[in-house]
């Protein structure tokens, strides 16, 4: 009964129009303060997750992605028995060895697959000059973009984790140290994931076109950098043009963290190199970082 | 003008306005004062300047020359307090949809430091059946509605409206004329740009016609164009059948006069009071016929 009143009420109000205010007018009182930089960012970051999961392309494209290629690479190897890094070594089987691969594709995927699609997209269809004509600060917005990144990330790399160990009998690590391998890799490969995705978004003229630019780097990058071939099968060449990108190294991290150690010595110089995973990461971050503050605008203003 | 409405500054104020494309330019030398609480219509055809001197206000275009103050600021250099007192509507609707009316009025309400309230906003604009429909779902006119709702939740002192009623229905553009008076009498100042000629009659107080890159006429509505151009007309034919016309201050006298002549009826007797739109044709035609490539030059 109480929502017909209110429908009601509504009612009368509209047909008397907007309803005069109550701010005082003129000049005596100080302006009150625009809710923070922060505080908005928090709420774009509710906005944007719940637009990326009403948005069918980046549902299937970004978030699923992963976990279905994860189950074609267990379905279509399975008959391959296991991989074994060597004579007398611990042996894991076929989707063990890609699970690592595939939480590192859906760091990329989601960074920057998702939000270079997703801001050029912005661009070109006004959603960008609309929020620029706003309030709203660059800071809040990026805050929800990357939120957004990080809150799909986890959710997916969940959703792998969950898929590879109750689906397919993958069993994870149980020492902490893996785990803790696990989060820093996950934490820093998403933030660089994320800023190189706004960066990225820089590059495409138009919204139609930004699947067509994006995808074909994205691709690439995944088959180069051991994600859908098995990295130390690769040629020397392959591996060293793997190395200037940032994937290769999000999926060296994330082997460290769930392949036995024996496994280390299939990695180009017979390691885990987890050092120089975090140096190549933190480069790409800053390099995300820089290109993004350099180009990103609301709109493409004219001089 | 008079004294009272001066001695506050204007909302927007305008010296001297170029803006130019390569060799074209799109803006050649405005000069314009909107009192805070007017609602000022700019009209004028298509490629005239009307955006670009609109965007520029709003912030969006960097102007080549001239001074411009909007709200007491530079719109090139408006920071994020002078964006919040500002309402924009721009002439394109955005495509983006997956959100319902309520969430994304609700979520622009967070920008500003005194939002209006959701739903009050949501039924002014009269979608209160459609508050709980994605926005990618609404007609035309629908989306239309929601991008003015956006405009005015942040109680805006001067709000922007680019052409806000193209796909409405009659019914809605005067529901949506209700909707611009309140905000009026609430003191909001407005500037709108309007192919319609009877909703700038309707909703301004004063009107300016832009014409290639210039403003060839500022003035109340219903003294644009000079009184010459009100001067009513008789249209009849005469006993030849041939159409005549007169431009004439008596015209009941001119009837009479036709009437006594023919000694009866006149066929195709007509007197018309030129409404804003003939008024505004006759401008654009005579502009035309000055400067014929000036129109060619901003298309």
């Given at each position: 009964m109480s929502t017909t009143d209110t429908t009601a009420t509504t009612a009368r109000r509209a047909r008397r129009g907007i309803r005069p205010t109550g701010r005082p007018s003129g000049t005596g009182t100080p302006p009150a303060a625009r809710p923070g930089r922060l505080t908005v960012g928090t709420t774009r970051i509710g906005y944007e997750v719940r637009s990326y999961f009403r948005s069918p392309d980046a549902v299937f494209f970004t978030f699923l992605f992963p976990v279905i290629m994860l189950g074609i690479f267990t379905a279509a190897f399975s008959a391959s028995g296991e991989i074994q890094p060597g004579p007398g070594a611990e042996a894991v089987s076929v989707g063990a060895y890609y699970l690592p691969g595939m939480l590192a594709a859906g760091m990329l995927l989601s960074g920057v697959q998702n939000l270079a699609i997703d801001i050029a997209t912005e661009r070109s269809n006004g959603t960008l000059k609309r929020l620029g004509g706003t309030p709203l600060s660059p800071v809040s917005y990026f805050v929800g973009k990357i939120g957004q990144v990080f809150v799909t990330g986890v959710l997916q790399a969940a959703l792998l984790l969950l898929v590879a160990s109750t689906l397919y009998g993958i069993a994870l690590p149980t020492e902490p140290e893996a785990w803790m391998t696990f989060a820093w890799v996950f934490v820093l490969g998403v933030a660089t994931s994320a800023l190189l995705g706004i960066a990225l978004s820089a590059l495409p003229r138009s919204g139609r076109s930004a699947t067509a630019v994006v995808i074909p780097i994205v691709l690439i990058l995944q088959f180069i950098s051991g994600?859908?071939?098995?990295?130390?099968?690769?040629?020397e060449w392959m591996q060293n043009i793997a190395s200037l990108f940032p994937l290769k190294w999000m999926a060296q991290g994330m082997r460290a963290a769930f392949l036995p150690d024996d496994f280390a010595v299939l990695e180009q110089y017979e390691a885990w190199d987890l050092g120089w995973v975090a140096v190549a990461l933190l480069v790409w971050l800053v390099v995300g970082l820089v290109i993004s503050r350099l180009t990103f605008r609301w709109i493409r203003r004219d001089s | 003008m008079d004294q009272t409405t001066t001695r506050e500054a204007p909302a927007v104020r305008i010296r001297g306005l170029r803006k130019q494309y390569g060799t074209v330019a799109a803006v050649d030398g405005i000069d314009l004062d909107i009192p805070r609480g007017e609602t000022f219509a700019l009209l004028g055809p298509n490629g005239a300047g009307k955006s670009t001197t609109i965007e520029i206000l709003e912030g969006y275009r960097l102007r080549t020359a001239g001074e411009v103050s909007v709200l007491g600021a530079d719109p090139a250099r408006g920071g994020l307090d002078w964006k919040a007192r500002l309402g924009i509507v721009l002439q394109s609707e955005t495509e983006?949809?997956?959100?319902t009316v309520r969430e994304q009025l609700s979520h622009f309400a967070r920008f500003y430091p005194h939002p209006r309230d959701v739903d009050e906003v949501i039924a002014a604009v009269g979608l209160e059946q459609k508050a709980?429909?994605?926005?990618?779902?609404?007609?035309g006119g629908q989306r239309r509605r929601v991008d003015v709702a956006l405009g005015i939740i942040g109680r805006p002192e001067l709000l922007f409206l680019d052409?806000?009623?193209?796909?409405?229905?009659p019914e809605a553009r005067r529901e949506f004329w209700k909707l611009i008076r309140s905000l009026k009498d609430e003191g909001t100042t407005i500037v709108l740009t309007t192919h319609y000629l009877d909703e700038a009659a309707q909703l301004g107080d004063r009107a300016g016609i832009i014409l290639g890159g210039r403003l060839v006429d500022v003035g109340p509505v219903d003294r644009l164009g000079g009184a010459e151009a009100r001067v009513p007309i008789v249209r009849w034919r005469d006993r030849a059948g041939v159409a005549r016309e007169v431009r004439t201050e008596q015209p009941a006298a001119v009837v009479a006069s036709i009437a006594g002549d023919l000694d009866g009826e006149p066929v195709g007797l007509e007197v018309i009071r030129p409404t804003l739109e003939d008024i505004y044709l006759d401008l654009v035609r005579a502009a035309g016929a000055a400067a014929p490539d000036a129109e060619e030059a901003v298309a």
């Open positions: 994600v859908y071939l098995q990295f130390n099968q690769l040629p | 983006s949809g997956v959100m709980r429909t994605r926005i990618s779902k609404l007609s052409e806000p009623t193209t796909g409405f229905d």
